[in-house]
């Protein structure tokens, strides 16, 4: 029996090319979030070492006061401090808090300069240096202290358990939903061969199933907790001791204070 001929031709299949930029922003753009929550300090580094309950009540303290402050000196100061703070720990940590307080100045100033413009140039100066502080404190212990360990340090300072419990959910759930997007975003780039005219559906699709996704889940917790009887109280362990590199933003925060009422900001 011969063999068809249709079964010796060369297939000559050449897909069109179509461009799946979107595609990649998005992989980009989750990777990066995905990276952010699942940030550890390393083992040595200065925020590791640092209770974060002292990191965020000088952060806090800090922010209050810029926040007050009318004296452009003070602003300086702290500012300088900053940055002293900030040259202390690596490249990465560094490039992250300013990448992100520059992008918050600019922004402030962009609003700010109409009032600039009718004679205000000292006030839309003084807030945007205001902001640029303040982002990069916040910006800053963010990037050197873990998420769990926030609301650690939350939850020891009395706050209401509904909103640890709303913060701690939202953060486990993006992590989870992120992850699994991500898997659908690399399914559809190594599932779409040549051009595709309707990515919309195909999105739609992803989208369908992220929400179907994150209702079984939520239910799922809510078995979950149920059944282990959680009543929506977070009950911290006996808070360790402060150590020694725990009073380093506590001399900060004390410096900052001293600052505040001899320059009369």
């Known amino acids: 029996m011969s063999t068809p001929d249709w079964l010796l031709r060369d297939e000559a299949y050449a897909p069109r090319p179509d461009r799946d930029a979107f595609?990649?922003?998005?992989?980009?753009?989750?990777?990066?979030?995905?990276?952010?929550?699942r940030r550890r300090t390393r083992d040595g580094e200065l925020g590791s070492r640092i209770d974060p309950r002292a990191a965020l009540a000088a952060t806090l303290l800090l922010v209050l006061l810029v926040s007050l402050s009318h004296s452009m000196l003070f602003?300086?100061?702290?500012?300088?401090?900053?940055?002293?703070?900030?040259?202390?720990?690596?490249?990465?940590?560094?490039?992250?808090?300013?990448?992100?307080?520059i992008a918050a100045g600019l922004f402030t100033l962009a609003i700010m300069l109409?009032?600039?413009?009718?004679?205000?140039?000292?006030?839309?100066?003084?807030?945007t240096v205001k902001v640029l502080?303040?982002?990069?404190?916040?910006?800053?212990?963010?990037?050197?202290?873990?998420?769990?360990?926030?609301?650690?340090?939350?939850?020891?300072?009395?706050?209401p358990d509904i909103f640890v419990l709303v913060l701690d959910i939202t953060l486990r759930s993006i992590a989870l939903l992120g992850e699994?997007?991500?898997?659908?975003?690399?399914?559809?780039?190594?599932?779409?061969?040549?051009?595709?005219?309707?990515?919309?559906?195909?999105?739609s699709g992803i989208a369908g199933t992220l929400f179907l996704r994150?209702?079984?889940?939520?239910?799922?917790?809510?078995?979950?907790?149920?059944?282990?009887?959680?009543?929506?109280?977070?009950?911290?362990?006996?808070?360790p001791r402060l150590r020694v590199f725990d009073c380093l933003p506590l001399l900060m925060g004390a410096l900052v204070i001293v600052a505040f009422i001899l320059m009369g900001a």
């Open 214 to 239: 994150s209702r079984q889940m939520m239910e799922d917790m809510q078995a979950a907790m149920e059944c282990r009887g959680f009543t929506g109280a977070y009950r911290t362990v006996r808070a």
């Open 23 to 37: 595609i990649d922003r998005s992989i980009h753009g989750l990777l990066g979030l995905l990276a952010v929550l």
């Open 75 to 101: 602003l300086s100061c702290v500012g300088t401090l900053v940055l002293v703070v900030l040259s202390l720990h690596r490249g990465e940590v560094i490039w992250d808090v300013v990448k992100s307080s």
């Open 114 to 127: 109409p009032s600039a413009f009718w004679g205000n140039a000292a006030g839309a100066a003084r807030l």
């Open 180 to 203: 699994r997007s991500l898997a659908l975003l690399h399914a559809l780039r190594l599932r779409s061969v040549g051009r595709n005219p309707a990515k919309t559906h195909a999105l």
């Open 133 to 159: 502080i303040c982002v990069a404190s916040v910006r800053f212990f963010s990037a050197t202290t873990e998420w769990r360990r926030v609301t650690r340090a939350l939850a020891s300072f009395r706050v």
